[in-house]
């Protein structure tokens, strides 16, 4: 009959443990548009969101350029604070398997053994009293198990989970953030490459001007007037050239640093642009910014403060524990494992807040503040979200308003360079007018180039605001890095 009742006690623990005093969870109003202000030249499926903090798939391939691919696989793995972020993934998630736990009981294996001489006043007999000296050896199993009758075990647990997938989410925030630096220092090493060869080639055709120059001071044909514009221009040129490359070593520098390689030991060949300029479709829709990694972040954060108010009410209510222990007992080892020698002890421990100062009524309002916290730090998530899209949209439409009146500027000042050294042959004009016409040209043709590598920068921007790619195109191009069911709705035609 004591054993049936005893059996019954885990079977009472469930029943009793179902209660939770936390709120219900649920995600904060916020302003969100449908779309985007600054994009008004299509309109988007509506997709389902993707699941946050999944990998984002390997979206840098839209550029398709094998170095970039292989410097961002040598990043994943080498990146130090990468490497300490996901150790805090791993501290987390165990944090949370010690948290449930608590549901179980725990069970702890005891021995000891004393031995002392009784104190005969103490024991209510005459001083001096002789007693013999008492031998005592006990060897058992100890049990605890706390009733959650109000769910603060349940919540604690809840906390922790979601502590652990907002750290693994903040993983994913770090990782795009880390994908996208190195994306952008390298497309700023392959404009500076640009630049650079550009200059080169224009020094070199400096440098065969002068010369000719020379010869033609030599007869008197020119005056030493345009021998002396020709050097001035030839060596603002390499100056120019010179500043070019030292921005280019510093960042060669920067991505030795994203690489965890010390910049003596790394060497990025020189090489002009390979990657070509991705288009990025239009119309979209804002429930794409639900699988940005930091949103989610901030949402297992507010889900995590919402269960601790469970726990903080849970302080007013008082706490069951059962706690036992059964094994042997005997004042001789050699008797200890005698059936004769057995006990055991069972029975409850009930805790009632009775005054704690205050404690218990503070722990609650803190744990309010920090859910309201939470909130806001949550709409000022989405909010930054929106604006980073917003200003990622409104760069693009803005570069590519320019390379349209770039191309037009460029056409236009090689044409008025050509016509400034065809009138200078013919004697219309002076060296420093034609000189003039092909410094402007040169400074038109770089403006270009680093056009080009803004709207690379640019592309890559606006991926890292979305959270790690766009519908449409990049997707065909990931399809096979996104698991089955999370890719977003395509393009309408």
């Known amino acids: 009959m004591i054993r049936k009742r005893l059996l019954m006690i885990p079977a009472l623990a469930v029943l009793l443990s179902s209660c939770s005093l936390a709120p219900d969870f649920m995600k904060p109003d916020t302003d969100v548009p449908a779309t985007f202000a600054e994009d008004t030249e299509g309109q988007w499926k509506e997709g389902a969101a993707?699941?946050?903090?999944?990998?984002?798939?390997?979206?840098?391939?839209?550029?398709?350029?094998?170095?970039?691919?292989?410097?961002?696989?040598?990043?994943?793995s080498q990146n130090p604070n990468l490497q300490a972020i996901a150790a805090r993934v791993t501290q987390a998630r165990e944090t949370a398997r010690i948290a449930g736990a608590s549901f179980f009981p725990s069970i702890d294996g005891t021995m000891d053994a004393t031995r002392q001489k009784p104190n005969a006043v103490a024991r209510g007999m005459a001083a001096g009293s002789d007693l013999k000296i008492e031998n005592s050896v006990h060897a058992g199993l100890g049990l605890a198990y706390e009733l959650d009758l109000f769910g603060s075990v349940l919540n604690n647990s809840r906390a922790a989970k979601s502590d652990a997938e907002a750290q693994a989410a903040q993983y994913e925030s770090a990782k795009l953030a880390m994908q996208a630096d190195v994306a952008q220092l390298y497309f700023t090493l392959r404009g500076l490459?640009?630049?650079?060869?550009?200059?080169?080639?224009?020094?070199?055709?400096?440098?065969?001007?002068?010369?000719?120059?020379?010869?033609?001071?030599?007869?008197?044909?020119?005056?030493?007037?345009?021998?002396?514009?020709?050097?001035?221009?030839?060596?603002?040129?390499?100056?120019?050239?010179?500043?070019?490359?030292?921005?280019?070593?510093?960042?060669?520098?920067?991505?030795?640093?994203?690489?965890?390689?010390?910049?003596?030991?790394?060497?990025?060949?020189?090489?002009?642009?390979?990657?070509f300029v991705p288009s990025v479709p239009a119309g979209l829709p804002s429930a794409l910014l639900e699988r940005r990694p930091d949103i989610a972040a901030a949402e297992q954060n507010l889900m995590a403060a919402n269960a601790r108010i469970g726990v903080a009410r849970a302080a007013f209510f008082p706490s069951i524990s059962l706690t036992g222990n059964g094994g042997f007992q005997s004042d001789t080892l050699g008797d200890l494992f005698k059936w004769s020698s057995r006990s055991w002890s069972l029975g409850p421990v009930v805790s009632l807040p009775v005054?704690?100062?205050?404690?218990?009524?503070?722990?609650?309002?803190?744990?309010?503040?920090?859910?309201?916290?939470?909130?806001?730090?949550?709409?000022?998530?989405?909010?930054?979200?929106?604006?980073?899209?917003?200003?990622?949209?409104s760069l693009r439409k803005a570069l590519t308003l320019q390379a349209e009146s770039q191309s037009v500027a460029e056409k236009a000042a090689k044409r008025a360079s050509d016509l400034a050294n065809m009138r200078y042959e013919s004697g219309d004009i002076g060296y420093l007018e034609a000189i003039t016409a092909r410094k402007s040209a040169l400074?038109?043709?770089?403006?270009g180039v680093q056009l080009q590598a803004g709207q690379m920068l640019a592309a890559v921007q606006f991926i890292r605001a979305l959270g790690g790619g766009w519908d449409g195109g990049i997707n065909s191009l990931m399809q096979q890095d996104v698991p089955a069911g999370l890719a977003p709705a395509k393009v309408s035609p």
């Open 355 to 393: 005054f704690h100062g205050a404690s218990v009524i503070a722990g609650n309002n803190r744990a309010a503040a920090a859910y309201d916290e939470a909130v806001a730090l949550y709409r000022l998530q989405v909010l930054s979200a929106f604006r980073d899209v917003e200003d990622a949209l």
């Open 50 to 76: 993707t699941l946050a903090a999944t990998p984002r798939g390997q979206w840098w391939k839209i550029f398709n350029d094998e170095t970039l691919d292989k410097l961002q696989d040598e990043a994943l």
């Open 443 to 447: 400074d038109v043709e770089r403006m």
């Open 193 to 275: 490459d640009a630049d650079i060869a550009l200059l080169q080639d224009a020094l070199k055709i400096r440098e065969d001007s002068l010369a000719i120059l020379n010869k033609r001071l030599e007869v008197g044909a020119i005056t030493e007037l345009d021998t002396a514009s020709a050097v001035v221009d030839l060596q603002t040129t390499k100056s120019v050239l010179q500043d070019v490359m030292r921005q280019r070593q510093q960042g060669e520098h920067a991505l030795a640093l994203a690489l965890a390689i010390p910049p003596a030991h790394f060497n990025l060949v020189e090489n002009p642009f390979s990657a």
